[in-house]
């Protein structure tokens, strides 16, 4: 590396292959990174040229479908044992009870079992000791229509009729968008405190790490908090009020239910003699409300540190050509958000295709800050041109 430094500036170059930098400082020293994100993008340029997108989506194609077959492969080999022990109950069951009522002919204990299990499907249970109150209360109808406006859809109770069925998609077709406006409008609230937490942390600890390894702390926290509150916690509460759930089964729960997978084997307050069931399921449904908005916290965090952030490995279109991924990736026009008290760099590509990154940053009275500032330098007050 080698510099050189004027009255009022200093510029750095550095070569760190394949990655030359050119960066501008202004009296001020500049947090360096010593090693820039997405390095291998740069290296299946030099390999691939500009059909390096499309190798890339390829080899991802390849490795999804292998990860979806080794998914296969996995849940096949612990499942299948278990549904075979099932199915061996079921027919010894059967057996058992056509031994003790021989008057009764097999077909017609067919035909009870098809309409009690196409009962069951449609959520309609024909055991004799239910006596947790019909589907439809407004209850558990309220508890149905955020699962159909969130895309979590257990499945356990569906439309009966064929105008519920027609009310239910034109239902879908408006809750969802409003739905998705809604945890919108609601991160957006929530990345004030969340930033507040970011400029914090780099008050703290930017003199002493880099804004990267912050930026790992700051997700760390924000995950951490997801983890404790809206999944383990919420696991306690219903082992405790469902008498068949472990807390496995209830972590489980939560989950599937948070990441709207909503495979529906595990539903609150269907058990028999469940009290305050429509109670229960109205808090069922703003624990589900307010998770799925942390969640997507979460996720805004993750997707707003450039590191981590894979969305432009397989696009074509640079990022100073996006603003929207000039945003995402702390890259560009600063602007107010998660975005800022990193490090702001704007890319470039030569004719070379390599990439350059030209950092100026506004000077300030005073070379020394005074000791009561404790904002890490790489986060103050950074111009990008």
Not at 122 to 134: L, Q
Not at 308 to 330: C, Q, Y
Request: charged share 20%.
């Amino acid at each position: 590396m080698c510099s050189a430094k004027s009255d009022d500036d200093m510029t750095v170059h550095s070569q760190l292959w394949p990655y030359p930098k050119k960066m501008v400082i202004e009296r001020e020293i500049l947090y360096e990174e010593e090693h820039p994100p997405f390095q291998p993008l740069f290296t299946t340029t030099r390999l691939f040229g500009k059909a390096r997108f499309t190798f890339l989506l390829v080899f991802y194609v390849i490795f999804y479908i292998v990860y979806l077959a080794s998914g296969a492969l996995v849940f096949s080999a612990l499942e299948a044992p278990v549904e075979n022990q099932i199915r061996l109950d079921v027919i010894r069951a059967k057996a058992d009870f056509m031994a003790r009522h021989p008057d009764i002919t097999d077909d017609d204990l067919e035909s009870l079992l098809d309409e009690v299990v196409r009962a069951s499907n449609r959520g309609v249970v024909a055991s004799r000791n239910v006596s947790g109150g019909p589907n439809w209360s407004f209850g558990q109808s309220l508890f149905f229509s955020s699962t159909v406006v969130t895309t979590i859809g257990y499945g356990h109770v569906t439309p009966l009729s064929k105008p519920g069925k027609l009310f239910c998609m034109m239902y879908a077709l408006l809750g969802i968008p409003l739905t998705l406006v809604l945890l919108s409008a609601l991160v957006e609230r929530l990345l004030l405190p969340a930033t507040a937490l970011l400029r914090a942390l780099n008050a703290s600890l930017g003199h002493l790490y880099r804004p990267f390894t912050i930026r790992l702390v700051h997700l760390m926290i924000i995950v951490t908090t997801l983890v404790v509150f809206f999944l383990v916690i919420p696991a306690s509460v219903f082992a405790y009020l469902e008498p068949d759930w472990d807390f496995l089964d209830s972590f489980y729960y939560c989950f599937i239910s948070l990441t709207t997978i909503g495979l529906g084997d595990y539903i609150p307050g269907d058990a028999p003699g469940q009290v305050y069931r429509p109670i229960y399921k109205v808090a069922t449904t703003f624990y589900l409300l307010i998770g799925l908005t942390f969640l997507m916290l979460t996720l805004t965090v993750f997707y707003d540190i450039p590191q981590l952030n894979l969305s432009t490995v397989f696009s074509s279109v640079k990022l100073d050509e996006d603003p929207e991924k000039m945003r995402l990736s702390g890259s560009g026009v600063v602007v107010p958000g998660y975005g800022m008290g990193g490090l702001m760099m704007r890319d470039d590509y030569n004719r070379h295709d390599q990439r350059r990154s030209v950092v100026h940053i506004r000077p300030h009275l005073d070379d020394s800050p005074s000791p009561e500032d404790t904002t890490p330098v790489h986060a103050r007050d950074i111009r990008v041109h």
